[in-house]
């Protein structure tokens, strides 16, 4: 910055005078400042109601998903024995449910031997190991020891091996192996006759192969693994043991849960009208302006989706125009939504299949409306994703302008800063040359 002689000969406030010349000459700058901060302010608005438009389209899609909408209280009598799941498609009614078996994987384990890692002592040669119908073929050398045979056999696809310790005082090393999977279909067979020389392991059969039996109402089910899915449609069991009784499971259609998923949706909406009103709202008295006050892509929005929220569209199974207002949906004087559960209870219990249209046929008012928010709306080359990018680009045009802006003020005020200290140095050039001059003259006299 230039040196400024404020003042010094001048006897002006030179600084003052130049902070009021340059503060007059920034007033354009003050208002793109509030420019900046008003498109920011919006944009923070606009990213704001695009996530609450979201909230309302994820309660849609979750009413649209039939397997989903259908929630099921479920009870039984012994909670030990397995775990029951209903699904969407589950019936109610009451099931006795028997475990006779669990599926069990099998296991085989070989005598005992005095060493694990000597050599010498295990037969040699070919060892076949059949899984699952499926056989391969070891080969073990001299050298072979307990250890390197477990080893070889850990790597064959569908079991396990290891050497386990039992603690005996002379042969304490048994090879066990162990099956990967439960079921019978997944036996496990050795066929040693390959092998010659030393001693040739004897397996026994310690764990049996076996499928999981349960009985539904009399009906034999038989399973390769403990998670039976849709043992009676939409009932899935996760067993823990076998039973020594039957155990009864009774399954009823939950209203109060798809009310509460029902509720979601009019709440969602709720909170994104009044974000909505509140963002858009001009107050007389102070004249500030919401965020979105007059802001045109919002408000159009909210005008659609509000026409569709009361209109029907579409028809269910049975011919009749598919409608939110029909399940107790209604449109307060506030203009929120409100959902009559009674109403809704009673048509989820004398017309299932309509509650579940209105969210899920094709061309209903749910879907309609949630295909609406997706591509129109919120999709990367949706109205919202646009406005967004408009935005963005308008604060950061304002940034530039301002930052543009400053440097011209900066130049500006160097400018005035090097004309008053050049008007301060030649006012000091005068005054000496008129003190030389009235001294001059004065010695004359």
Same mark, same amino acid.
């Given at each position: ?28 700058? #003050? ?57 969407? *498609? ?10 006779? /078996? ?135 069991? *996760? ?9 009864? #499971? ?54 659609? =989706? ?11 199974? *049975? ?43 094709? &061309? ?10 997706? &591509? ?7 109205? =919202?994703?646009?406005?967004?990018? *408009? ?7 304002? /940034? ?46």
């Amino acid at each position: 910055m230039p040196l400024t002689l404020d003042g010094i000969n001048s006897g002006l406030d030179t600084s003052s005078l130049i902070g009021s010349l340059v503060a007059v000459s920034a007033a354009p700058k #003050v208002r793109l400042e509030q420019d900046q901060e008003d498109a920011q302010s919006t944009l923070d608005a606009v990213t704001k109601f695009k996530t609450k438009l979201a909230a309302l389209q994820t309660t849609l899609e979750d009413l649209a998903d039939v397997d989903n909408f259908g929630e099921f209280a479920l009870s039984q009598s012994d909670v030990t024995a397995f775990t029951a799941t209903a699904g969407s *498609s589950a019936t109610a009614g009451t099931y006795e449910i028997e475990v006779s /078996e669990m599926a069990k994987a099998e296991m085989e384990v070989s005598e005992g031997f005095a060493e694990k890692s000597d050599t010498g002592v295990l037969s040699f040669g070919t060892l076949s190991v059949t899984v699952a119908g499926e056989t391969t073929e070891l080969e073990f050398d001299s050298e072979v020891t307990l250890s390197s045979m477990a080893s070889a056999l850990d790597e064959v696809d569908g079991i396990s091996a290891f050497i386990l310790d039992t603690g005996d005082a002379s042969t304490p090393y048994k090879l066990v192996v162990l099956g990967n999977d439960t079921g019978e279909d997944n036996a496990i067979s050795f066929d040693t006759s390959g092998m010659s020389g030393g001693t040739t392991p004897t397996f026994t059969e310690q764990v049996s192969a076996q499928n999981a039996e349960v009985t539904v109402n009399g009906i034999e089910i038989s399973s390769a693994d403990n998670t039976l899915d849709d043992v009676i449609p939409g009932l899935d069991l *996760s067993l823990t043991q076998e039973t020594t009784e039957a155990v009864s #499971v009774t399954i009823n259609r939950d209203d109060e849960a798809m009310m509460d998923k029902v509720e979601t949706f009019v709440d969602a909406w709720n909170e994104l009208r009044i974000f909505h009103g509140a963002s858009s709202d001009y107050d007389t008295e102070t004249q500030a302006k919401g965020a979105l006050y007059s802001e045109g892509t919002t408000r159009g929005i909210m005008d659609t =989706l509000g026409l569709k929220m009361v209109t029907t569209a579409g028809e269910s199974s *049975s011919g009749e125009s598919l409608s939110f207002a029909l399940l107790g949906i209604s449109t307060t004087q506030t203009g929120n939504l409100e959902l009559d559960r009674s109403t809704l209870g009673d048509l989820l219990e004398s017309d299932y299949d309509y509650v579940a249209e209105v969210f899920s046929a094709e &061309d209903g008012p749910g879907v309609t409306m949630s295909e609406l928010l997706d &591509d129109t709306y919120l999709g990367s080359d949706g109205f =919202l994703s646009n406005k967004e990018d *408009s935005l963005e680009g308008k604060v950061e045009d304002l /940034e530039d302008t301002i930052a543009s802006f400053e440097t011209r003020l900066d130049s500006y005020e160097a400018r005035l800063r090097e004309k008053f200290t050049t008007m301060e140095v030649a006012l000091g050039q005068l005054q000496s040359t008129q003190s030389y001059l009235s001294a001059l003259l004065g010695d004359s006299s």
